[in-house]
C-alpha cells in the first residue's frame, strides 16, 4: 500500500503538469516550483518568506455571474480563498476555501486557472510576506445563496461582463475562469 502525498508533493505535482496560459504565467510557475523545491514549508502560513494559498473563482451555474468578497483586509472585491490548512491536496484546500466562505458546495475544477504573487501583512506579521496564490475555478449549483462569512465584508454576485471595481488582474482571472469552465473537456463537469 502507498503513502498519500504530502500537501507540498501535491502542489509540486500540480504545478509541474499545469499549462500556463501564457508566457508570464509559466515563468511565475517556474518561480513557485524553485520556492517549493527550496523551501519544504512553502505551504505552511508560517513560512515568512512567503507561501502558498488557495483561491476560487465562483461562478453561477450559467457562468454570467461571478461571487465576489469584500476582503476585510485588503478593503476590495476579490475572488474567495485564503491559507492551506490541513488540505489533502491543494484542490482540497482551493475547494474549502470556497465553500467556507459562500456557504454553499461548489464544483470544483481540479486544473488551476492562473497564479499570483502579492504582497499582504498576514495576521501574526509585522511586516508583509507574500502570498504565492494558486488560482482555481468552482461552479456554484443552480439557486446557490451565499452568506457572509467572518472573513468578509460583504459578499455579491456580478455579472462577469460588468464586475465592480477589481484590481486588473482579478478582472483577467475572471475572463480566464470563464473560458476554462466553458471549454469542453473530458474532465467536465467538474469533480467533487
Known sequence: MSTPPTLHADITEVLTRWTAPDIAQDALRHTVLAFLAARPDAHRRTCAPGHITASTVVLSADRRRTLLTLHARVGRWLQLGGHLEDDATLADAARREAVEESGFEVTL?????????????????????????????????????????????????????????????VALLIGRAVAQSETPSTRLPFSR
Do not use: N, Q
Open 109 to 169: 475544477d481540479p486544473d488551476p486557472v492562473d497564479l499570483h504573487c502579492h504582497p499582504i501583512v498576514c495576521k501574526g506579521y509585522d511586516a508583509p510576506t507574500r502570498h504565492l496564490d494558486v488560482r482555481f475555478v468552482a461552479v456554484a449549483p443552480a439557486g446557490a445563496r451565499e452568506r457572509i462569512s467572518e472573513e468578509s465584508t460583504d459578499l455579491r454576485w456580478f455579472d462577469v461582463e460588468a464586475l465592480p471595481d477589481v484590481p486588473p488582474e
